[in-house]
């Protein structure tokens, strides 16, 4: 550096020293500020970032990997900006909200004195641990010093006694919990003041039947109120009676179901086939076996991703359990070897999960149904070993609209409608853990219309599709199969779309929702629009097919 300095002049040494006291006071400050990682060529970014934020219009689906697949559906539970105050108000006071919040679980621990779970891990003044007793009381020991209560929640204020209560079931005034829907417990739900049926219905379609194809013997056809002209959701006025049973699909033939293969492998469809076999099996051996193999031999076409054997369960036919679970084991036993790697599914119909806390409800439909109850249909789904499960969905609008519930928005007693038919419903899958057990989805019946045309508007199909596809879906339905293409039931013909395959509002509001890789439709070979070309017009909105064998 000496040397350098003794070889130049000293103009040249005094131009050096003011060129380096400029790049001290100017370009240094301007790089300090600079975005870090900045890449020349591109626009800058602020440096400060910020979170997520759904009300600017970001999605969750930004945050998936850039391969997710389009069938992948998320929806925010809670707004990025909101989940820390979320947490903070259950965690708060020892979890005081929690428990205020109804229904309580059947288990559940709390906090002796006031402690926010949100930033401690242990409890001020130790732990109560309360389970609760057949009556309804919660018995809660609390555990530094064993002393025991009893507690419960009236219209929302809460009860403590010392002494155990009575034994015997709270009256309908006394309910443990203010909202309508049920929970995991075996015993049925209490009914509370709001679930008085309005009037008591008379059930002269106890006999109902449901054909073994899915054929709907109360989905309804969706028409608009004359009285309420307005309402953006149509009164179900004109439904299939009982009094008539439904037609059943006529046995597929071998060289049109191929078409239909073909057709459906074309247009990239995964490929069911379907057949219910319990009516063969109550028919007899030989029948039973002449019905299996032809499903086989039908099913081992390498496009085939799998066969549904049965659908509505036990609804009619069979006398006892027992004899519901030998046709499960003999049926998935055969398929299983005879198919290996096929994936296996059953359709179940289970008519008391849409009443909510309706006690009225539920003992109307599990008389009507006695085989089908949430009890024996949870025994079949263990004992079946099925990888599928379509729960009917759609179906006794015209029963569920007899009682009332509590509407959960409101507070006020309500009927069941729809909407709160299929919430109920899948809150009670959910606490029933069947997803454990296979994939579950709805076969939905509540879409189909007898006219040549819808007669919905784009509105009042859209609330529908929300009230039963967008509920189930944000409850934990996996798939949404549709029924009704050109189906038969009491004599009359059943659409989805308007007749020779027309669009309509529903299809439209349907197809729009993004849903095209949860969404199945059911097809019959012999009661189409135009024969295969029917799979290419539904390729368009759903990824999977049910062929009727």
Known sequence: MR????????????????????????????????????VPGTPAQSATEQAVGAERGDSCRDTLPADTPD??????????????????????????NLE??????????RCNRKTDLSTSTACKGGTTYCRQLPSGWYQCTDETNSKVTYERYVNGKKQVQSTPPPSATPSPSTTTSSTMWPTSSPTPSSPDTASTPLPTPTLSNETETLPPDGNPSDAGTPTTDVTTPSSSVPTMTA?????????APEPGNGAADRDFIATAKKAHLRIWLESDLANDYLAGDTAFTSALQQLVTDAKRTDVTGVKFAD??????FSTEQQVIRFLNRATQALRAALPGKRLAIGVVVPELGC????????????????????HVNR??????VDRVEVAGGLFGRTYRQYQVTDPKTGKPTSITPALATRAQWMSIKALEWDTLAQIGIREYGLAHTADTSPWTTAQATAQIEARIGTAIGLGASTITLWGHKATADGQTYRLLNAGLGDNPMWSA???????????????????????????HYAEGVSEIFILT
């Open 100 to 109: 205020q919040a109804q229904p309580l679980p059947a288990q559940y621990m």
């Open 380 to 385: 079949y789904l263990k004992a079946a070993g």
């Open 3 to 38: 040397q350098f300095l003794g070889s130049i002049t000293r103009r040249e040494r005094r131009f050096a020293a003011a060129g380096t006291l400029i790049t001290l006071l100017v370009l240094v400050p301007v790089v300090a500020v600079a975005d870090p990682g900045l």
């Open 239 to 247: 439904e299939p009676t009982a009094s008539t049973t439904p037609t």
């Open 510 to 536: 349907l197809t729009g929702q993004g849903l095209r890789g949860r969404l199945a439709v059911v097809i019959n070979p012999t009661s189409t629009e135009r024969g295969a070309a029917d799979i290419v």
């Open 71 to 96: 069938y992948v559906v998320c929806r925010w539970l809670t707004p990025p900006q909101d989940a820390a105050a979320v947490a903070a108000f259950w965690g708060a006071d020892g979890g005081a």
């Open 312 to 317: 509505n369960l036990a609804y009619t036919g």
């Open 356 to 375: 909510g806390n309706s006690q009225p409800c539920i003992t109307a439909l599990r008389k009507r149904a006695p085989l089908v109850t949430k009890q």
